[in-house]
């Protein structure tokens, strides 16, 4: 489509920030390097939920060049984004997380993307950059690079099935208001997805972050992905049957197997208890779901040696999702988040 690279117009980001000091002005100096490298418009978005450290007192030096919305009280990343967009008269928005550094060059090569009128989201490319910082980094970056890998071959057979907060972008024209309680990336890519437009990754517009180092944040982490997650499939699954099968099969098969893998997996266990019992007698059984309790408990909870912190950190990652799910379940909403304490422990130890 010749010359359709000119409809995109100007750019927008938005990032929404809870107590980051930590990371917030060198996130600011990201943003500003990205309106630098561009010969288009950028206007640059910032909310800050109600922080209680020293976040916006940090930012507002930089209020002069960039859109900054403070809030009295906590509402949450979605209503955060609900404003900014709001706020934005740009063509393209583009979502980032305060503590996700974009390489200058991003906004220039998410451009071409965007000549494709039928694409309506973009996913960008995310590195974990502390892999070999703990246990809990190692398996956390490793978790990730096969999620990049599978968005591309998803990206490369039709389209991607949900972006990730971190770095992604929409034409506005198919932004919609997301529920307070909906996390906004998944809910406004699979939107996007069900009314007819591609969702498609792009390998060469990256970003980089620290991801959590220490177990308690880490789980924290899963449980409210996972329930946020499943939250929206019960929001949109009805939505959900007017895309392609090869797409639904993706959505099955990427996203709802593996929420409801860690649930099917203790069933798996207590059926094998029940057989045992049925077959050489209920102290059997009740030995094997005893151990089998215990190995777990142990394996989450207890002090292991270095060749089990790794599946360790992965018990953790399946127990975290199960409860998420459960959850989700009971009419858990979070609304709300907080940084890892490990972020913020580690920039003070640096």
């Known amino acids: 489509m010749p010359g359709a690279e000119r409809s995109v117009r100007s750019f927008a980001v938005c990032v929404c920030a809870y107590n980051e000091e930590a990371v917030i002005e060198e996130k600011v100096h990201n943003l500003l390097a990205l309106r630098q490298s561009t010969d288009l418009p950028v206007e640059i978005l910032v909310y800050v939920d109600a922080a209680t450290d020293r976040t916006a007192e940090i930012l507002q030096p930089y209020s002069d060049r960039l859109h900054l919305v403070i809030a009295a009280e906590r509402r949450g990343k979605s209503a955060g984004m609900n404003r900014l967009v709001s706020l934005s008269t740009a063509d393209v928005l583009v979502f980032t997380d305060a503590n996700v550094m974009m390489e200058p060059m991003a906004l220039m090569r998410l451009k071409p993307y965007f000549s494709d009128p039928t694409v309506g989201c973009v996913c960008g490319h995310l590195v974990y950059t502390n892999a070999a910082e703990t246990a809990t980094a190692a398996v956390g970056a490793a978790y990730w690079r096969s999620e990049e890998e599978l968005k591309q071959l998803d990206s490369d057979t039709g389209g991607v099935i949900g972006a990730d ?63 946020q997650a499943f939250n929206v499939h019960r929001l949109m699954r009805h939505r959900l049957r007017c895309l392609h099968w090869t797409l639904r099969y993706k959505y099955v098969s990427h996203k709802l197997l593996r929420w ?91």
């Open 165 to 227: 907060g971190s770095i992604f972008a929409i034409r506005r024209s198919l932004h919609r208001p997301v529920p307070d309680d909906i996390i906004d990336d998944f809910y406004l890519s699979l939107s996007i997805l069900c009314d007819g437009h591609k969702v498609i990754r792009a390998d060469d517009v990256r970003a980089t972050e620290t991801s959590a180092a220490e177990s308690s944040d880490e789980f924290r982490r899963k449980v409210r992905i996972a329930c």
């Open 260 to 350: 409801l893998s860690p649930l099917t997996a203790s069933a798996g266990t207590a059926f094998f208890a029940l057989a045992m019992a049925a077959w050489l007698g209920w102290p059997v059984g009740l030995l094997v779901l005893v151990l089998a309790t215990t190995g777990v408990d142990f394996l989450v909870t207890g002090p292991v040696p270095a060749p089990l912190q790794r599946p360790r950190e992965i018990a953790l990652a399946l127990a975290g999702t199960a409860v998420g799910v459960v959850r989700s379940l009971q009419g858990k909403r979070f609304q709300t988040w907080r940084p890892p304490q490990s972020r913020a422990m580690r920039t003070t130890n640096s």
